[in-house]
């Protein structure tokens, strides 16, 4: 599958410029670009951060494999796995979701 100059220039930004990844990171999971940034990739980043600000995964968590998950295990290792510290993650991120046109169930 090929991939835009906009769309790997996009992704690359995000990862490297937002989040402050090292490109290596990029390199070693392609799949990545086969994500769609608004419905995917930005809505699980935001969540996976707010987790890691209230110190519920670790630093060193393998983002990519998160990111890699289908919606049912996101939902169960990162959502509903901390209802209770985290209330107000499942309605963030349906909101994300939703507003982006996926649905979190």
């Given at each position: ?39 995917r990739i930005i809505p699980r980043c935001s ?21 890699k998950l289908s919606e049912k295990r996101f ?16 309605r963030t991120y349906q909101y994300m979701t ?8």
């Open positions: 599958m090929q991939y835009s100059e906009k769309k790997i220039k996009r992704v690359f930004d995000f990862f490297v410029g937002e989040l402050g990844w090292e490109p290596s990171s990029l390199s070693g999971c392609p799949v990545l670009l086969s994500h769609d940034m608004e419905k969540l996976l951060q707010v987790l890691l600000s209230k110190g519920l995964i670790k630093k060193d968590m393998k983002w990519t494999s998160a990111l939902l169960e290792r990162f959502v509903t796995k901390y209802e209770e510290e985290a209330p107000e993650l499942m939703e507003s982006k046109g996926t649905k979190a169930t």
